[in-house]
Nanobody, 114 residues
Framework: VQLQASGGGLVQPGGSLRLSCAAS????????MAWYRQAPGKQREMVAS???????NYADSVKGRFIISRDNVKNTMYLQMNRLKPEDSAVYSC?????????WGQGTQVTVSS
């Protein structure tokens, strides 16, 4: 049972990236999914979350720029990141909260720089 995050990379300010979080060994249908990020020297913060019925929540710093979504058929969650800023640079991790407990995936590095 694991979550696999991918899609990070180096992008210029104003650019876009799409992160993916693929689950194996379990179905995300029953989990509340979320993306977190942690920059060097800073605390980990919640970026966006999505419930089992598709309700979303975003950190104020990414509202209007990021979109979280889920595809229960593909067993994958996404984070579309638009109009990226240097302060968005961080390691992004995905997580799923199930009734039995929380599952974390490994992080993917996002670097926004010219």
């Amino acid at each position: 049972v694991q979550l696999q995050a991918s899609g990070g990379g180096l992008v210029q300010p104003g650019g876009s990236l799409r992160l993916s979080c693929a689950a194996s060994g379990t179905s995300i249908s029953y989990g509340v999914m979320a993306w977190y990020r942690q920059a060097p020297g800073k605390q980990r913060e919640m970026v966006a979350s999505i419930t089992t019925v598709g309700s979303t929540n975003y950190a104020d710093s990414v509202k209007g720029r990021f979109i979280i979504s889920r595809d229960n058929v593909k067993n994958t969650m996404y984070l579309q990141m638009n109009r990226l800023k240097p302060e968005d640079s961080a390691v992004y991790s995905c997580t799923a909260a199930f009734p039995a407990g929380r599952l974390w995936g490994q992080g993917t590095q996002v670097t926004v720089s010219s």
